[in-house]
Each structure stands twice: as structure tokens, then as C-alpha cells.
């Protein structure tokens, strides 16, 4: 019993900590990088396109394109992002630029069949005015061992 209380202390006090090194900057940024895999997943263009820079790029394993052409395979789901399982989120915020690394797997329909891909996707916004653009997403394939470092 001593020892499942130590267990539950300490796993308390990490949560609590690992909460706590974060800014609210960087916590609103995560909150909308998390809230653009939902929008994603649900094919929610009226979401996106705001975040969306129109000058922003959208590296994929099958090439790099537009915000026009992102938001244009998101909505006809010829890549449909069914799920983004985030295993592990890092963040870095400098002046008025923040950049999201996520260790994901994914979850997509591509040509009519699901398939499970790990990738560390980089997320890079921009602050304007009071929102936040997102200026580029590039996933990078990587072993399920991968790691971010902090």
C-alpha cells in the first residue's frame, strides 16, 4: 500500500511539474497545435483555413505544397488524417515565432487504405495581432523508438 501511494506521489508531482515548466504562451500553442489534429481528422476546413498561412508549406513523404493544395487534400480526403496519436510534444517559443515538434503516429487514408505511420512532425507558427499562423508542417518519418529532445 506504501509503495502504491509512493507511486501515485510521484507520478503526481511529475504531472505537476512537467505542467508547470510550461508558459501559458506555450500552453495556447500546444492547446491549437492538439486542436488542428482534431480539426484534421474531421476535415473541418472552416478551422483551418484561418490558421493556415496562405503562404505556408506542408512538407509530406510524397512532396511539398501550398496552403491552397493542403486545405484542397484535406477536404476531399485523398489524405484523410483519421487520427494523430501524440506521443510526446516539445516546444520552443522565440520572439513572435513558435515551434511545435510532435512525435505522432498517424492514422491517414491514402488511396483508400488506413496506414500507421510514426513521424516527428515540425509545426511552425507565427504571431499576428492576437492569433497564431501556422507558416509550416513538415513530417519526417521515424522509428517508434524515436525521441524529442528537451
Known sequence: MKSLLNTALLFTLVCFNSQ??????EQEVIKLSMDKWKWM???????????????????H??????????????ETGSI???????????????????IVWNRIALTANVRGNDVVTEFTVTEVYQKEGSDWKMLALTFSSVRDTHQIEK
Open 20 to 25: 508547470a515548466q510550461t508558459t501559458p504562451t
Open 41 to 59: 481528422a474531421d476535415k473541418d476546413i472552416a478551422k483551418l483555413t484561418p490558421l493556415f498561412d496562405p503562404q505556408a508549406k506542408f512538407v
Open 61 to 74: 513523404m510524397s512532396g511539398t505544397w501550398s496552403t491552397a493544395r493542403e486545405l484542397e487534400i484535406i
Open 80 to 98: 484523410w488524417y483519421k487520427n494523430a496519436d501524440v506521443k510526446d510534444t516539445a516546444i520552443e517559443i522565440v520572439g513572435n515565432t513558435a
